[in-house]
C-alpha cells in the first residue's frame, strides 16, 4: 500500500516522466494514424469510467494505460495535421515543455511578492510581442487566458471611461443611466456578445453594423447607427473592429471605424485574436494600419503560433482604466511593495493566474521572429493555393476573400435551388468528417451553407493540403 502521507517518490517520477515525454513524442510522430476528428458516440468515454473512485491508490502505470484504454478514442487532436476546422491552434514541443515547466513551478502571479520572475517575464514578454507585431511603446499588456476574456476586459474598460459610478452603484435599479451602446459589425465573433450579456448591456445594447459584399463592416453604417441612437437618447459608449472575422477572415476598414470612434469619444476594440500573430511579417503589415489609433487590442498566439492553450494577450493605451474597473485590495493581499511594483490581481476578474509567460519565452526563443513567420507565411501560401484550386474548378465556388490561412467554399454542381445546395453541402461536410481523414468545419454566409479549410498548424505540410482536396473532390462528386 501506498505511503498516502508524502508525494511520488522522486524515483518513480523520474521513470514515469520519461516513459510520459516518450509517450508525448510518439504520440506526436505518429498523430496520423489516428481520426483528426472522434468518431465515437455521445456517454461513450463516460461509460467506461468507473462510476466510483478509486478507496486506495492504484499505480500510475495503471493510470497512463487508461489513456490509450479510455480516453484516447474520445480525443479530437487538435495537433492532427488533418485538423482543419474552426482555428486550427496546435501546440509545438517548445511550448509543452513550458506548460511542464509551468506545472512544476506552480507559481500564481496574483501579486509581484507571490512569484516576481511570474510577473517581470510577463512584462517583458509583453514587450516582445508588442515588438513583434509592431504596436507602439504606449501599449500596456497582460496575458489573459482567451479572446472571450480580453475582449470583455475591454468592453468593461470601455464603460468604465464613461464614469457613471457603475462600479459604485452598479446598474440594476437606476433611473439616471442611459441605455448603453456597443456596435460591432454582423461578422463579429459571439464573444463580444457574451461579454455584453456578462457586463449587463444584454444584447440589446449591441447593434450588429452591416457587412459588404467582402464580409467587413460598411463604416457609413456605423456611423449612421450612431447618430440615430444618440438623437434617440442612447449613449454608444464602444465599437469593436475585426481583423480577421471567424467565419471569413475579413478585415473591417480599421482606419476609417477610427476616425468614427475619434470624432465621438468611443473606445475602439480591435479583435485579432486569429490574424493578429500576422502583423509580424512584413508582406502583412496592412492588417495593422490605425492599430495605434485602437484603445485596446486582443491577440491570441494559442490561435497561430503554435503555443498550447491556453494564452490570450491583451493591450490598451488605458491600463489605468482597466484598473480603475477591476483594483480590489483586501488587507491579506496588500504588501510593502506595492508603489514599487505592478500587481496583475489588479488589471482583471482574475486572483489566481497562471505562468502563461513561460510558453511565449519558449516559443519566440526557440523559433525566433524568422522561424515563426516563416511558419505562418507557408500556411498562407498554402491557403492561396488551394483558394485557386476551389476557383479553377467548375463545380466548386469560393464564398469570400482569402486574406490570411482560411478558405470558405461550397460544392455546387448546379441545376439545383439554393436549399438543395445548402443540403448537399451539409452531407458532403458529414462524410468529410466521418471519414477519419480531415476536419473541416462550417458556417453561414448570405444564407448559403458554406464549408470552411484553416491551414495553421506546425505539422501542415502541403501533401495534407492536397491530399485534403483531393478528398473533398472525391467525397463531392460521388454524391451527384
Known amino acids: 500500500m501506498k505511503n498516502n502521507l508524502t508525494d511520488m517518490p522522486a524515483e518513480e517520477f523520474r521513470k514515469i516522466g520519461y516513459e510520459l515525454v516518450d509517450w508525448i513524442i510518439n504520440y506526436l510522430n505518429e498523430i496520423e494514424k489516428y481520426p483528426p476528428l472522434s468518431q465515437i458516440k455521445p456517454g461513450d468515454i463516460f461509460s467506461r469510467i468507473p462510476k466510483q473512485p478509486p478507496q486506495t491508490g492504484e499505480e500510475i502505470e495503471r493510470v497512463l494505460a487508461d489513456v490509450d484504454k479510455i480516453l484516447i478514442d474520445g480525443i479530437t487532436h487538435w495537433n492532427h495535421p488533418g485538423f482543419m476546422a474552426y482555428f486550427n491552434s496546435t501546440s509545438s514541443m517548445p511550448g509543452i515543455l513550458a506548460e511542464l515547466l509551468s506545472a512544476a513551478f506552480n507559481a500564481n502571479g496574483m501579486l509581484w511578492k507571490t512569484s516576481p520572475a511570474f510577473t ?14 509592431g504596436l507602439s511603446e504606449n501599449y500596456w499588456g497582460i496575458i489573459y487566458d482567451t479572446a472571450s476574456t480580453s475582449s470583455m476586459h475591454a468592453i468593461a474598460s470601455a464603460r468604465e471611461q464613461l464614469n457613471l459610478e457603475i462600479r459604485e452603484k452598479g446598474m440594476a435599479g437606476r433611473n439616471d443611466l442611459p441605455k448603453l451602446r456597443l456596435y460591432c459589425s454582423e461578422q463579429a465573433h459571439s464573444s463580444i456578445d457574451k461579454g455584453s450579456l456578462t457586463l449587463g448591456l444584454g444584447l440589446e445594447g449591441i447593434k450588429k453594423i452591416p457587412v459588404n459584399e ?34 471569413t477572415t475579413s478585415v473591417d476598414p480599421v482606419k476609417r471605424i477610427s476616425e468614427i470612434c475619434k470624432s465621438y469619444n468611443l473606445w475602439l476594440h480591435i479583435d485579432a485574436a486569429y490574424a493578429g500573430v500576422t502583423a509580424m511579417i512584413p508582406e502583412m503589415k496592412w492588417i495593422s494600419d490605425a492599430w495605434n489609433d485602437a484603445d485596446s487590442i486582443v491577440i491570441n498566439p494559442h490561435k497561430w503560433m503554435f503555443t498550447p492553450m491556453d494564452l490570450s494577450i491583451y493591450f490598451t493605451r488605458k491600463p489605468e482604466i482597466l484598473k480603475r474597473a477591476f483594483s480590489l485590495v483586501p488587507e491579506y493581499l496588500k504588501t510593502q511593495v506595492d508603489d514599487e511594483v505592478e500587481n496583475l490581481m489588479d488589471y ?15 516559443i519566440i526563443r526557440y523559433f525566433g521572429i524568422d522561424g515563426l513567420v516563416e511558419r505562418i507565411r507557408k500556411h498562407i501560401q498554402l491557403a492561396k493555393e488551394f483558394a485557386n484550386w476551389i476557383d479553377d474548378e467548375k463545380d466548386f465556388e469560393r464564398l469570400a476573400p482569402v486574406p490570411f490561412s482560411t478558405v470558405c467554399f461550397r460544392y455546387n454542381p448546379g441545376n439545383r435551388t439554393e436549399h438543395e445546395i445548402n443540403k448537399l453541402n451539409e452531407s458532403l461536410l458529414e462524410k468529410i468528417n466521418a471519414s477519419g481523414k480531415i476536419f473541416l468545419s462550417h458556417t453561414k454566409l448570405n444564407g448559403k451553407f458554406t464549408i470552411r479549410l484553416t491551414i495553421g498548424s506546425i505539422r501542415h505540410e502541403r501533401r495534407h493540403i492536397d491530399g485534403a482536396w483531393q478528398l473533398i473532390k472525391t467525397i463531392a462528386r460521388s454524391l451527384n
Do not use: H, Y
Open 348 to 362: 482583471g476578474i482574475q486572483l489566481g493566474r497562471r505562468f502563461r509567460s513561460l510558453k511565449l519565452w519558449f
Open 120 to 133: 517581470e517575464l510577463e512584462k517583458a514578454m509583453i514587450n516582445w510581442f508588442r515588438q513583434m507585431v
Open 214 to 247: 467582402k464580409f467587413e463592416m460598411i463604416p457609413e453604417k456605423l456611423e449612421q447607427a450612431i447618430k440615430e441612437d444618440i438623437a434617440n437618447g442612447i449613449k454608444p459608449f464602444c465599437v469593436v473592429a475585426t481583423v480577421g472575422t471567424t467565419s
